[in-house]
């Protein structure tokens, strides 16, 4: 009895655990991610020990995976072969920490096509919050880089792959706003490039542009929003 009333505590005893120690709890969790796992993430002879309470209730796919009559609920594993291995990283870490390293050091491309890349994976696995941070984060590069050939190359990594046509809006915002720049200036070479390549980005850059047109003619406030 004395060894039960020692851990009791008053009603007004209890600590907060608010929002931040949420996720303190979870980094701390990430940090230590083998300990008391209980699903195992694979690519290509890479191995993710997750937790089942941590990775299924954000991801109703994974939880469909392993609640079914699929090979994944005996087996604890889970395949992710056809995905991209630094991109199941960044979900991983964003499972745990709500963030994720959008320019890893051991990174095949740059972070605004990276961020691309993760929207794709967050949109597979049905992770709405991934996808907005994936989206903001493209968003600020994309303001930041559009003079560069990275530009162009998320432009075509958009469109000819398709898996992240949420992020057409803001590429399209972004080039019709400094069109003249873009399309009179030697940087721009790689981006009238994929115009030319891509009439489905021509056709909808052209209507992007005649209301940015209008816009500035009638609500010049409104052309930077």
């Given at each position: 009895m004395a060894a039960r009333q020692s851990i009791e505590r008053a009603p007004n005893d209890v600590p907060e655990f608010g929002p931040q120690g949420s996720q303190l709890l979870l980094s701390n969790i990430f940090s230590n991610s083998s300990k008391y796992a209980d699903l195992i993430l694979t690519y290509n002879g890479h191995e993710w020990k997750v937790h089942k309470v941590i990775v299924c209730l954000q991801s109703d796919v994974f939880a469909k995976a392993c609640d079914g009559q699929f090979q994944e609920a005996h087996s604890d594993t889970i395949n992710l072969d056809h995905d991209d291995r630094e991109c199941i990283e960044a979900m991983i870490q964003y499972m745990y920490t709500f963030s994720y390293n959008e320019d890893p050091i051991d990174s095949s491309c740059c972070p605004i096509i990276f961020n691309t890349r993760v929207y794709a994976i967050a949109d597979k696995y049905n992770l709405p919050g991934l996808c907005m941070l994936a989206t903001q984060k493209f968003e600020n590069r994309v303001r930041s880089e559009w003079q560069t050939p990275e530009f162009a190359h998320v432009i075509r990594e958009i469109y000819e792959d398709g898996a992240a046509e949420a992020l057409v809006e803001p590429v399209l915002r972004i080039a019709s706003?400094?069109?003249?720049?873009?399309?009179?200036?030697?940087?721009?070479?790689?981006?009238?490039?994929?115009?030319?390549?891509?009439?489905?980005?021509?056709?909808?850059?052209?209507?992007?542009?005649?209301t940015t047109l209008y816009t500035l003619d009638n609500h010049p406030t409104r052309a930077n929003q």
């Open positions: 706003l400094h069109a003249k720049d873009i399309y009179t200036n030697e940087f721009g070479r790689f981006f009238r490039a994929a115009v030319q390549d891509l009439p489905e980005f021509s056709s909808a850059l052209s209507q992007k542009l005649a």
